[in-house]
């Protein structure tokens, strides 16, 4: 497999549900994102890892909680969804130089996630 | 703090036709610039990235510019086609953190 691979593709969960969204990359990248896309809503950066630690957290809820156990895979674990968290979670990888968050970013299919 | 914005937010056009999307961002302190496409329900697929000391990158019948003194980007597309119908998004990273601003799309319908 090459690129950016996320499963499921679809979830649907109820509010008191636990569920994981996972993505892994095959590009030797040292970067990932998880990023949200909601109707009419710019793309929302939620989570970044550089060589395995997170170096961005954009005030998101602790309801969602990312875990990258090495640099082909990232995780977003799921619990005590509300319905408006209802979206497109795209995954995304980058090869970053010098530490610096620069590189093109590539992303995965996307998994689309609905509260009920 | 970045602002990005794409004008127009929606455009349709007959097949064969040149066209160009724009792209205008408020701080001019950009590292690069990066234009996707994505198809309804898809991820974003990376069309082309210009850094900021290019002036513009070509793929195929894909053309794109940066100005970074005006603060703007545009993607220009050659022979449109029916294929070529999506939603076109473009992202200029910089900032303290390289942060990535994205814009909202233009959706853009080439029609046979």
């Known amino acids: 497999e090459t690129g950016v691979t996320q499963t499921p593709r679809h979830l649907v969960m109820g509010m008191t549900n636990k569920k994981s969204l996972k993505c892994e990359q095959h590009l030797g990248h040292n970067a990932m994102y998880w990023y949200k896309q909601s109707a009419k809503k710019p793309l929302e950066l939620m989570f970044v890892y550089s060589l395995e630690e997170r170096v961005e957290n954009n005030s998101v809820p602790s309801r969602f909680s990312p875990e990258c156990p090495n640099s082909s895979h990232l995780f977003l674990h799921l619990h005590t969804l509300q319905p408006e968290d209802s979206a497109l979670y795209l995954c995304?990888?980058?090869?970053?130089?010098?530490?610096?968050?620069?590189?093109?970013?590539?992303f995965g299919e996307g998994s689309r996630l609905t509260v009920l | 703090k970045q602002e990005v914005t794409q004008i127009p937010a929606a455009l349709s056009v007959p097949e064969g036709e040149n066209l160009v999307l724009n792209c205008s961002f408020t701080?001019?302190?950009?590292?690069?610039l990066q234009w996707f496409r994505q198809d309804p329900g898809k991820g974003l697929t990376s069309l082309l990235l210009?850094?900021?000391?290019?002036r513009e990158q070509t793929s195929g019948r894909l053309n794109a510019s940066l100005d970074k003194s005006s603060g703007r980007s545009t993607l220009y597309i050659a022979a449109s086609q029916p294929g070529d119908s999506a939603t076109y998004l473009c992202a200029a990273r910089g900032g303290s953190n390289y942060k990535l601003t994205f814009g909202k799309g233009t959706l853009l319908t080439v029609n046979p």
């Open positions: 995304a990888s980058s090869l970053n130089s010098g530490g610096q968050n620069t590189g093109e970013l590539f």
């Open positions: 701080d001019s302190a950009i590292y690069n």
């Open positions: 210009i850094q900021s000391s290019q």
